[in-house]
């Protein structure tokens, strides 16, 4: 029988929810599944246990060994962020649809979830939908054509499947970025290699480029570049020649170049782990949503596919107003609202409604207040608070609020959290999902507390990715 640690052939059969490939092995016990990771229904793979239960294993994909049927192979370079670019993007969205809804049966015990089902919502554009991207740097590269790996290399691109110590150099477009910026950037690396310093190693700890992070805003048409080193031979670095390089070859669409030096060992690029300099240009871009413009850092809060968002919160916003609904005179309370899009947005419908939003990362508030002013924006008020305490800092909103609408981060909301928020007393509750087997969780606790779900819809922000998104509508 298979152990944990074990390497193993498998076909998939079928898929679960969370982009699991099901494969099964039978003997005279009967079937034991396997979940694999990213793996498609028609696939023959090579994946590793993980962990290893009475009646079922979960596996790590290590490689695909045959492409299923239903693949048609894609001009773009397959990276383990996008583990379904060769599966045409009306396949991925039917897989989605069905292993989605069957979580809200399972977990959610919504029976007649078909008769909830509201409507599927594609992402306006299945390729080069993202807004921001992260290149890492290693001296230890997977080799793509030989399936090798090379020592003392200097890759630049993502990390190789099931691995944090190898990078795939990115050779040509993913399909989920930039199509220029990545044609490119093989040309880039080619350019910090020849300056002699090493990229980063990431057992050892040491070496001097370690990431490139990009945000693009697809309004202007422009990217922000933030290039993360050491400090380890900072004095032989040329800032300068880096900096001219970029204006040479990517010219105007460069809205601003930063450089930030981080000597903390963790593996992340985020500029508060160092310190950050504006080599050219500006720190942030500016993005259009709906009408109102955002102003977008480096570290900002921000819907990675801008486009499909507008879709997705126009879905929300018009479950706040399902059925002709007035909202003048009335509260409605954005909770774990970010940079404030919602709320900005709500005011586009309504006059004389009081909306507030709360979110507990200060810097998210101070960004929403920032983007308010920028759009001329005063009916909302925002609070930097933990939403499960608002109640308590703000108790005069009891019983006040008419609508809520939610939208926490991925983990969920934590369930006394949910609680407090159940007590706010809102007759109608709009509940945004990034993980909707949280949602279909938390659909438990609403009903037993006297809500009813009335409808629920997907948004597909991250095609060729096992990520889909959720929107419920639930009432007193």
Known sequence: MIKRGETIELVIEDMAFGG????RIHDENGAFVLFVQNAFPGQKVLAR?????????????????????????????????????????????????KVTLEVYRRLGNLQNIEELFDEFIPSPEHYHYRNKMEYSFSRIEH????????????ALGFKHRGTWWKVESLNKASGLFDAQWENFLKEFRSFLFETGLPAWHPPRKDGFFR??????????????INLVTSSEGIEDFDLEAVANFLKDKMGDRIAGFQHTINDNVADRAKIENGDCILAFGKDHV????????????MESFFQTNPKSAERLYN?????????????????VMDLFCGTGTIGQLLTQRTDDTKIIGVDIVAEAIADAKRNAKRNNITGVEF???????????YPHYEGKIDTIVLDPPRAGIAPKTLLKVIQLGAQRIVYISCNPSTQARDIKTLEEHGYT????????QFPHTSHIEAIGLFEK
Do not use: M, W
């Open 20 to 23: 699991k490939g099901i494969a």
């Open 211 to 224: 990431h490139i992070v990009v945000r693009k805003s697809f309004y202007e048409d422009k990217l922000l």
């Open 315 to 331: 879905k929300a916003l018009d479950y706040v107003f399902e059925g002709d609904r007035s909202l003048k005179g009335k509260v």
């Open 453 to 460: 779900t009335k409808k629920i819809s997907l948004v597909d």
């Open 383 to 393: 609070f930097a608070a933990d939403v499960g305490k608002f109640l308590k800092a």
């Open 143 to 154: 080799d793509i054509d030989s399936d090798e790996e090379i020592d003392d290399a200097f």
């Open 49 to 97: 246990i993980v962990k290893k239960r009475k009646k079922h294993a979960e596996c790590s994909l290590l490689k695909v060994l045959e492409r299923s049927p239903q693949e048609i192979p894609s001009e773009y370079q397959e990276i383990s962020g996008g583990p379904y670019i060769h599966v045409p993007p009306i396949i991925q969205e039917e897989q989605k649809k």
């Open 286 to 297: 500016i993005e259009e949503l709906n009408g109102l413009f955002f102003e977008i850092s």
